[in-house]
């Protein structure tokens, strides 16, 4: 079945740091790639998405690319703030009716962003 | 705000009993989704509802029944309740199937079984 691996947290950065978050996933067909964000107490936020290999999806300073070739879709954003602190999962859709467009979600990577 | 609204937030009860989570849709938007939040499970698929009617089902327990009425909003049932059914639910809707829509959260629904 389909599955998202992303990267373990915690990880603790400075403000103005630059941050990467591995995703990687296995799904048959041409999933549709998410990241969520989780702000504490709150529920999840789309933070970006995208749809077809070698979309770039971007949204407040965050930006991923979709990797057919390596199965990714890695987070990055150039210089955090304190107000990035938040727990962020990559998830996949494989958008088919079969499939009733679910969410497969990664484990979530809590990131701390210290001033 | 993401226009899903989800009743009650807190839920405390004890073991054996019945609890019904209530969620509804952003205006105009047809699917429902269920997922439950955990620590040892991760965030997890339980059902989807398209205008009425059961599209999908995931990891959802016999005891945990869902439907979708005729107003498109949505109630998770949840019964004969366990310590481990513990966590935070959440529902989620999108504008329709078939297509990797964005699916919007609500805040979520934190039950505790005592």
């Known amino acids: 079945g389909d599955s998202v691996t992303q990267m373990e947290g915690p990880v603790t950065l400075s403000e103005e740091a630059f941050l990467t978050i591995n995703c990687t996933y296995t799904?048959?067909?041409?999933?549709?790639l998410f990241w969520y964000v989780q702000y504490p107490g709150e529920g999840l936020q789309l933070l970006l998405k995208?749809?077809?290999?070698?979309d770039k999806g971007s949204n407040k300073g965050f930006e991923a690319t979709y990797r057919k070739e390596t199965t990714s879709f890695h987070l990055e954003k150039g210089s955090v703030q304190v107000s990035d602190s938040a727990v962020y999962f990559c998830?996949?859709?494989?958008?088919?009716?079969?499939?009733?467009?679910?969410?497969?979600f990664g484990g979530g990577t809590r990131v701390l962003v210290k001033p | 705000d993401s226009g899903v609204t989800q009743t009650p937030k807190h839920l405390i009860t004890a073991t054996g009993q019945r609890v019904t989570l209530r969620c509804s849709p952003r205006?105009?938007?047809?699917?429902v989704y269920w997922y439950q939040q955990s620590l040892d499970q991760g965030l997890q698929f339980l059902i989807h509802?398209?205008?009425?009617?059961?599209?999908a089902k995931g990891n959802i327990l016999e005891r945990f029944s869902a439907q979708q009425f005729p107003d498109l909003h949505s109630e998770l049932n949840l019964s004969s309740l366990e310590l481990g059914d513990s966590a935070l639910y959440f529902c989620?809707?999108?504008?329709?199937?078939?297509?990797?829509?964005?699916?919007?959260f609500g805040p979520g629904t934190r039950l505790t079984v005592t």
């Open positions: 989620a809707s999108s504008v329709a199937t078939g297509q990797p829509y964005e699916q919007y």
């Open positions: 799904a048959t067909g041409y999933p549709s």
């Open positions: 998830a996949l859709s494989a958008g088919s009716r079969a499939a009733g467009n679910k969410l497969t």
């Open positions: 205006s105009g938007d047809l699917s």
């Open positions: 995208a749809t077809k290999a070698d």
């Open positions: 509802y398209y205008n009425g009617e059961e599209r």
